[in-house]
Each structure stands twice: as C-alpha cells, then as structure tokens.
C-alpha cells in the first residue's frame, strides 16, 4: 500500500501540552522537529478540557508579581506532593518539577498567557487558552505539525528508537516517519474505561507501543478518579459538571436510603476530603464503599442535591462555571431546574488522571535509547494520589524531555531505513480488513470499558481482580483477531480506528489489574478491601511492569528519596489519609 515517508531529527507524539512544550524546547535548540497530534492541533488530549491552574510555590508566585503566599517556599510544596503521594513519589522528579514550575510559568506570561486570577499557590487560567498560546509560539519558533495523525507503532532496532508507523486518519494512508529521538507525550489512556472524563482521542497510543517496544511501566495500579461525576441522566454521563459545583460550594451528597453519606466520618477528614483536590480520591472511595455495602443509587452512584445551600450560592457560581446553563457543549438548564427543587441528580466516581505510566530516568528516557516521556504517560512525580497540577508536570517535563531528546538527535549521523519492519507493522494493521465477519471492535471496547470501570475502581480486591485478569485474556486470545469492519473505506474509518486501539487498551489495563493484584495493600487511589491497611513496612516501593518472553511480568523496586525520608509501620487506610491531610503546611490552601 503507497504511504508518505518523512524525516526529522525529533518527533514529538502528542498534540497537548507536553507535546507542544516539548516540541518548542527541542526547536529552540535547532533541531529539525516534527510535532504529531492525533486529533486536531492544540484541541486534542486532555491539555484543552483542563480546568487549567498551574501550580507552584507563593514566594515564587510572588516575586513573579502575582499574588502568591510570600511565607511558602519550594520546600513546603516538596513536602505536600510527597505527603499528598503517600509517599511513593519519585523525590528527584519532584525536585525537578518544584524548581522549574517558576520559569515555565514566566516563560509562558512572556509568550501572552492571560490568566482569571492568583492564589497563594497557583494561577489560574483556561486549558484552551494554554494551548493557543503554546501553538502560536510553536508555530513562531518553526516546529512542523501534522494533524490526525494517529500512531501505530514504535520501530525499534538493537533497543535503539528508529521511527513510528502512524496512521493519516482523514485519507487512511499509513505513514513513515523516521526520527533520531522521538519524545512520547501522550497523556492517558480514559477511553479504557466508561464512564471517563476525558477526551476520545486518549486511549493510550503511546504509553502501550512504547512497552510493546520494550519500555518497562510503573504503578500502573494508582488511577485518579474524579469524584461526583454525572451518572444519570444518560444525556449528562461523565460530566465534571456536579464536580465543580460541589467543590465551589458544597451540597448534600445521599445514598439510596437517603441517608447522608458523609455522617459516619471523621469531620477533619470530612472537612478536608470535601473542600480540597483530596475529595477525588476520599469521595470516589466513599461512593463505591456505598455502593459496594447495598446503599447505592439505581446506577452505582449516590445523589446530590444542593442540600440547605441557597439557591442565590448555587445561581452566583453556576454563572462563573456555566454561564447560562451551558457548559461544554452540555445544555443543563434541566440541572439548574432540579437544583432549584432539591431533587438529586446521580453522579459517581469516573477515571480522570493516571499516576503509572512510562517508566523514565531524570533526564525523562526511557528503556529504550533515543526514547524520551514526558507528562501524564509517565509515572513517578505523583506517587500514589495527585493533588498538585498535571499543568505544570507537562510543561516542565516537556521541556527537559525536548532539550534533552534534541542534544540526544544532534549526536546521530543520518537516518536508518526501517521499512521492511514498518511494513510489517502496515502488515498487522490492515489485517482488520480481511475478516469477512466477526464482532464490531465498538462493542468489545464498550464491555471491556464497563467491566474496567467495575473490576478496577477505587475499591478493588482480589477475587474482581482475577475475573477481570481472566476475561482480559479470553478477549486476547478469542477476541482481538476476530474484529469485523464494516466498511472497507480507509478514510475516516471509525471502527478501524477501534480495532487499532483496542489491543493497547486491554494491554495497559491487564498490566493496571496485574500491578493492583500484587499490592497487597490500600494506598493513595488504590485501595483493596481484603487489604485495607497502607502497609508501610512491606509497600513502600513502586511497581514495575515489562514483557519478558511476551508475557506481562510485574516486579517492585525501591522508592527514590532525596531528602524526606519514608514512614515505617502499618496503619488503616483512612487513618493514613487524615495523618496526611494534617501534614499539609499551614501556608497556600489546597490545590
């Protein structure tokens, strides 16, 4: 089949902040760099959908001229990511990102980003907005850019990164793109799961072509679900929505006996739990413990209404967040009309952001020489719980991971040819086509989301675990090969596109079940109830996943430490939690 080919010295995959920052910092030193987005450029990923504050520490802020905490310091921000990731952070990838946050934030004022307003650690702005931004001075600095362009895989020869088969989704061509160091920045993998927050596009391109091509992943069992999510009704499913309400101003949150959920709890915790980032972690373990105990909403949720909280408080801050009702593309004028009566909407925990991922060395490689990461598909910054902003990890890390993948590509001497691999590869894609009959990838995808969202929740144990492990394999074994296409068109080809993604999909959750069976604990987003103690003595380490003979093997190793040394002894997961929040410094609010 006739395909383009194209050279450069760096390519960069992924269209969203990472991406882009890492495309920039690559360009600035000269390099011939080519950025790749999936979807549309600089409205892809989850860098557009962001609520978008970018975090630091206050005396930074301040000297900056922005309203900022003057009494904080990077010490104590050091402190509350590690605290904030019950301790299982990377501490020199935390470092990094605490001393670089201030110039990637003056960096980005200086190329014309507005923002809403400050606070004590953070500026607040919007994700579309970042973008724009980060477009305009790419486009300035000379980056080239290719739009729905999806990747397929890596090209690598004696564990060296050679170039990518993509995918040109608008006219079906495949594409060869050959590189000198190629930077992997494309975010997380939401459309494993259902119901998710993200956008369709993340499905985890790269984060799985990157272990199929011999890179190792980290802690993939630690997922961030946000709390308070649309369940019902359908037309409002995974919206934020509820979320963002909830947190600005509270409400009452039921379960099926109309009983208050949070009354059995600890009010520190509570307070905490409901009024900072921590809520998405304490919330979403409280709504499945309802569900998961018989005191659930008919969907798996619980209910929210706005309680004893004036109608004026709600109307004042659904007009900031959702000016007339609207709020992305969502009419909820409907919403608005219950609020007013009191009558409970469902909502639910929904996956937003994921802490494993690619596992990279302080200079953001990888496993593989050439191989660089940056943002959400790697793992180590956050530990086992975020609570600090992806915003500043995309953009710090994507500038190292682009300075460092452009010095890496000046150092090599011409390109290799690789197309009888990336042939082969063209081989596997198309054999979709050849299957006369057999099960629409769209109704796989939608099981294997459901049963996700089921097994590999914010409560997990070992018996749902297993079942999932077990059906995972059965779709490898008898689902994957028999994908039927209806359609033989290659442009635009949706259900193409599903059957291409689908076996990533299913590898990154098989090694998220596999990592979660193995930690035979509760710590941060994971937390098993036939092990509910955060086990300090026998758990404080990180999870590693690589294929060894095609098999998917999970090992641990220790935890990096530079200057805050790691607690001992094993103590009930909610009581960890509370002993956490009241290790937060006294200076900067939560984020």
Same mark, same amino acid.
């Given at each position: 089949?006739? /395909?383009?080919?194209l050279?450069?010295d760096?390519?960069?995959?992924?269209?969203?902040?990472?991406?882009?920052r890492a495309?920039?910092?690559?360009?600035?030193?000269d390099?011939? =760099?080519?950025?790749?987005?999936? !979807?549309p450029?600089?409205?892809c990923g989850a860098?557009?959908m962001a609520?978008?504050?970018?975090?630091?520490?206050?005396?930074?802020?301040?000297k900056?001229g922005?309203t900022?905490? @003057?009494?904080?310091?990077?010490e104590?921000?050091?402190?509350? #990511?590690v605290?904030?990731? %019950?301790?299982l952070n990377n501490q020199?990838?935390?470092?990094?990102?605490?001393?670089?946050a @201030?110039?990637?934030? $003056?960096?980005?004022?200086?190329?014309?980003?507005?923002y809403?307003?400050?606070d004590q650690?953070?500026?607040f702005?919007?994700?579309?907005?970042?973008?724009? =931004?980060?477009l305009k001075?790419?486009?300035?600095?000379?980056?080239k850019?290719?739009e729905?362009v999806?990747?397929?895989?890596?090209?690598?020869?004696?564990n060296?990164?050679?170039?990518v088969?993509a995918? *040109? #989704?608008k006219s079906?061509k495949f594409?060869?793109?050959r590189a000198?160091s190629?930077?992997?920045?494309?975010?997380?993998?939401?459309?494993?799961f259902?119901?998710?927050?993200g956008m369709?596009?993340l499905?985890?391109?790269? =984060?799985?072509a990157?272990?199929?091509?011999?890179?190792?992943?980290g802690?993939?069992?630690?997922i961030t679900?946000c709390?308070?999510?649309f369940?019902?009704?359908p037309i409002?499913?995974?919206?934020?929505?509820? /979320?963002i309400?909830?947190?600005?101003?509270?409400?009452l949150?039921?379960?099926?006996?109309?009983? *208050?959920?949070?009354k059995?709890?600890d009010?520190?915790t509570?307070?905490i739990g409901?009024?900072?980032?921590?809520n998405?972690?304490?919330?979403?373990y409280?709504?499945?413990?309802?569900? $998961?105990?018989?005191?659930g909403?008919?969907?798996?949720?619980?209910?929210?209404s706005?309680?004893d909280?004036p109608?004026?408080?709600i109307n004042?801050?659904a007009g900031?967040?959702f000016?007339?009702?609207?709020?992305?593309?969502l009419?909820l004028?409907?919403? !608005?009309?219950?609020?007013?009566?009191?009558?409970?909407a469902?909502?639910?925990?929904?996956?937003e952001y %994921?802490?494993g991922g690619?596992?990279?060395?302080?200079?953001?490689?990888?496993d593989?020489?050439g191989l660089?990461?940056?943002?959400?598909c790697?793992?180590g910054?956050?530990?086992?719980?975020?609570?600090?902003?992806?915003?500043?990890?995309?953009?710090?890390?994507?500038?190292?991971?682009?300075?460092?993948?452009?010095? /890496?590509?000046?150092?090599?001497?011409?390109?290799?040819?690789?197309?009888?691999?990336?042939?082969?590869?063209e081989?596997?894609a198309e054999?979709h086509?050849a299957?006369?009959?057999g099960?629409?990838?769209?109704?796989i995808?939608?099981?294997?989301?459901e049963?996700?969202?089921? /097994?590999l929740g914010?409560?997990?144990n070992?018996?749902e675990?297993?079942?999932?492990?077990?059906?995972?394999?059965?779709?490898?074994?008898?689902?994957?090969?028999?994908?039927? #296409?209806?359609?033989n068109?290659?442009?635009?080809?949706?259900e193409?596109?599903?059957?291409?993604e689908?076996?990533? #999909?299913i590898h990154?959750?098989?090694?998220a079940a596999?990592?979660a069976?193995?930690r035979?604990?509760?710590?941060?987003?994971?937390f098993?109830?036939?092990?509910p103690?955060?086990?300090?003595?026998r758990?404080? $380490?990180?999870? =590693?996943v690589?294929?060894?003979?095609g098999k998917l093997?999970?090992?641990?190793? @220790?935890?990096?430490?530079?200057s805050t040394?790691?607690?001992?002894?094993?103590?009930p997961?909610l009581?960890?939690m509370?002993?956490?929040m009241e290790?937060h410094?006294?200076?900067?609010?939560h984020h």
């Amino acid at each position: 089949m006739a /395909y383009d080919s194209l050279e450069t010295d760096v390519l960069v995959i992924g269209g969203g902040g990472a991406g882009f920052r890492a495309a920039i910092a690559a360009r600035e030193k000269d390099a011939d =760099v080519l950025l790749m987005s999936k !979807g549309p450029l600089a409205r892809c990923g989850a860098s557009p959908m962001a609520g978008a504050d970018f975090t630091l520490d206050g005396h930074s802020l301040n000297k900056l001229g922005l309203t900022g905490d @003057p009494n904080d310091s990077m010490e104590k921000v050091f402190n509350d #990511i590690v605290t904030q990731g %019950f301790y299982l952070n990377n501490q020199k990838m935390i470092d990094h990102y605490v001393h670089r946050a @201030p110039e990637l934030l $003056k960096d980005m004022l200086d190329w014309g980003l507005d923002y809403y307003f400050s606070d004590q650690r953070a500026v607040f702005t919007s994700g579309i907005h970042i973008m724009d =931004v980060l477009l305009k001075k790419a486009r300035s600095a000379g980056v080239k850019m290719l739009e729905d362009v999806m990747l397929l895989d890596l090209a690598v020869q004696d564990n060296t990164v050679k170039g990518v088969l993509a995918l *040109d #989704i608008k006219s079906g061509k495949f594409m060869h793109l050959r590189a000198k160091s190629i930077v992997m920045a494309t975010g997380g993998w939401h459309k494993a799961f259902w119901p998710n927050t993200g956008m369709r596009d993340l499905s985890g391109d790269g =984060v799985a072509a990157a272990y199929r091509a011999g890179a190792s992943l980290g802690n993939m069992e630690f997922i961030t679900f946000c709390c308070n999510v649309f369940y019902h009704p359908p037309i409002w499913r995974g919206s934020l929505a509820p /979320y963002i309400l909830s947190l600005l101003c509270g409400g009452l949150l039921t379960n099926s006996q109309g009983q *208050d959920i949070l009354k059995p709890y600890d009010e520190y915790t509570v307070k905490i739990g409901t009024t900072s980032e921590w809520n998405k972690t304490f919330l979403s373990y409280l709504t499945v413990r309802e569900a $998961k105990e018989g005191r659930g909403c008919a969907h798996g949720g619980v209910h929210y209404s706005r309680g004893d909280v004036p109608m004026s408080t709600i109307n004042m801050f659904a007009g900031m967040m959702f000016p007339n009702w609207k709020y992305k593309a969502l009419d909820l004028t409907g919403w !608005g009309k219950m609020l007013e009566n009191n009558e409970p909407a469902e909502v639910g925990p929904a996956v937003e952001y %994921f802490e494993g991922g690619i596992l990279v060395n302080p200079q953001f490689e990888t496993d593989i020489q050439g191989l660089f990461a940056a943002g959400e598909c790697t793992t180590g910054l956050f530990g086992a719980n975020r609570v600090f902003s992806a915003i500043t990890e995309m953009l710090v890390q994507g500038l190292d991971a682009g300075q460092n993948a452009a010095d /890496y590509a000046m150092k090599i001497k011409g390109h290799n040819n690789m197309s009888n691999r990336l042939m082969d590869f063209e081989r596997k894609a198309e054999s979709h086509f050849a299957n006369k009959t057999g099960i629409n990838p769209a109704q796989i995808r939608r099981e294997v989301q459901e049963k996700a969202h089921k /097994y590999l929740g914010p409560i997990r144990n070992a018996r749902e675990l297993t079942d999932f492990i077990v059906f995972l394999e059965s779709i490898k074994n008898n689902g994957i090969g028999n994908l039927h #296409i209806s359609s033989n068109s290659r442009a635009y080809n949706k259900e193409w596109i599903d059957a291409l993604e689908l076996p990533g #999909i299913i590898h990154l959750l098989e090694a998220a079940a596999r990592c979660a069976l193995a930690r035979t604990e509760s710590r941060g987003t994971h937390f098993r109830e036939d092990f509910p103690a955060t086990d300090n003595d026998r758990w404080l $380490k990180e999870s =590693v996943v690589s294929s060894a003979g095609g098999k998917l093997h999970v090992a641990t190793r @220790p935890v990096t430490v530079l200057s805050t040394p790691l607690p001992s002894g094993s103590m009930p997961y909610l009581e960890m939690m509370k002993k956490l929040m009241e290790t937060h410094s006294d200076t900067g609010g939560h984020h």
